[in-house]
T-cell receptor, first 115, second 114 residues
């Protein structure tokens, strides 16, 4: 499957600061990437679909002005959590659509803790 | 009703036993189905896709029943390394760019006991 990296793997920040998370597709060009969030003991929830060269598509209930997504190249998408608050503390995971059988491959995730 | 429902478990099973997980989905128009496994504090990893005719990959067998909107995963001769959370994943709708959006169940936690 596709190799996907994320950076950073873990971040702790103070309330009110912004945090940028990078997602890279290392071995193929990804027109579409997905951003998910997972709270403890809950399932992954799709936040947005990131499309190269155009605006991201956000799921209902996800604030686009708070979670800024930039998919500037075929190998990189970034998610910026602006003015983070403790309730934003979660496991953020990106995925890449493989283009084969609708399978998605996931990055290792970024664990965000807002104090 | 949740879009994808799974028994959360936990399932505590002795090594070498056979274990089965079930999953139901609510959208009858769903076309693609998967089982992922997720280890503690890690990302999900694709275990296998689920095809209409059923499919097998080594000790793992997946079945799909479209009439009942039901998916199953069978693990035979379970190993300690099979301990993980197993996620049932179903496509729901089509994103603007023609790619499928996936909906995840909450997962079934499996622990294999030595």
């Amino acid at each position: 499957g596709a190799v996907v990296s994320q950076h950073p793997s873990r971040v702790i920040c103070k309330s009110g600061t912004s945090v940028k998370i990078e997602c890279r597709s290392l071995d193929f060009q990804a027109t579409t990437m997905f951003w998910y969030r997972q709270f403890p003991k809950q399932s992954l929830m799709l936040m947005a679909t990131s499309n190269e060269g155009s605006k991201a598509t956000y799921e209902q209930g996800v604030e686009k002005d708070k979670f800024l997504i930039n998919h500037a190249s075929l190998t990189l998408s970034t998610l910026t959590v602006t003015s983070a608050h403790p309730e934003d503390s979660s496991f953020y995971i990106c995925s890449v659509y493989s283009g084969v059988g609708y399978e998605q491959y996931f990055g290792p995730g970024t664990r965000l803790t807002v104090t | 009703r949740k879009e994808v429902e799974q028994d959360p478990g936990p399932f505590n099973v002795p090594e070498g036993a056979t274990v089965a997980f079930n999953c139901t989905y609510s959208n009858s128009a769903s076309q693609s189905f998967f089982w992922y496994r997720q280890d503690c504090r890690k990302e999900p990893k694709l275990l296998m896709s689920v095809y209409s005719s059923g499919n097998e990959d080594g000790r793992f067998t997946a079945q799909l029943n479209r009439a009942s909107q039901y998916i199953s995963l069978l693990i035979r001769d379970s190993k300690l390394s099979d301990s993980a959370t197993y996620l049932c994943v179903v496509n729901v709708g089509i994103s603007n760019f023609g790619n499928e959006k996936l909906t995840f169940g909450t997962g079934t936690r499996l622990t294999i006991i030595p």
